[in-house]
């Protein structure tokens, strides 16, 4: 069964750096967009990048953009998030997404493929 899987996650101070992966099991890799979304306690899930197919395409938000890169191995099944100057506020629980349709279906927070989510802190 197709199948998601995060890692990476873990406690930075700010400032700081880290790398989040995205394997996929399952699937026709290379021809997935893919993205990452977060959700803080008490807030609501939030889009945060994706990825075209190819990964010539890529889409940030607002909050992220210039600090983080999106990145795609489809000869690894693997996609990354690279987090780089890291805010207090950018701690959450990071979900990967898929789509095998389009980037949209992905930036519009509806990919047919979540992830089990993991969890990036961040301390002052």
């Known amino acids: 069964q197709v199948q998601l899987v995060e890692s990476g996650g873990g406690l930075v101070q700010a400032g700081g750096s880290l790398r989040l992966s995205c394997a996929a099991s399952?699937?026709?890799?290379?021809?997935?967009?893919m993205g990452w979304f977060r959700q803080a306690p008490g807030k609501e899930r939030e889009f945060v990048a994706a990825s075209s197919w190819s990964g010539g395409t890529t889409i940030y938000a607002d909050s992220v953009k210039g600090r983080f890169t999106i990145s795609k191995e489809n000869a690894r099944n693997t996609v990354f998030l690279q987090m780089n100057s890291l805010k207090p506020e950018d701690a959450a629980v990071y979900y990967c997404?898929?789509?095998?349709?389009?980037?949209?279906?992905?930036?519009?927070?509806?990919?047919?493929?979540w992830g089990q989510g993991t969890l990036v802190t961040v301390s002052s």
């Open positions: 399952g699937v026709t890799f290379r021809r997935y967009a």
């Open positions: 997404a898929a789509d095998p349709r389009t980037i949209e279906r992905v930036t519009t927070g509806d990919p047919a493929l």
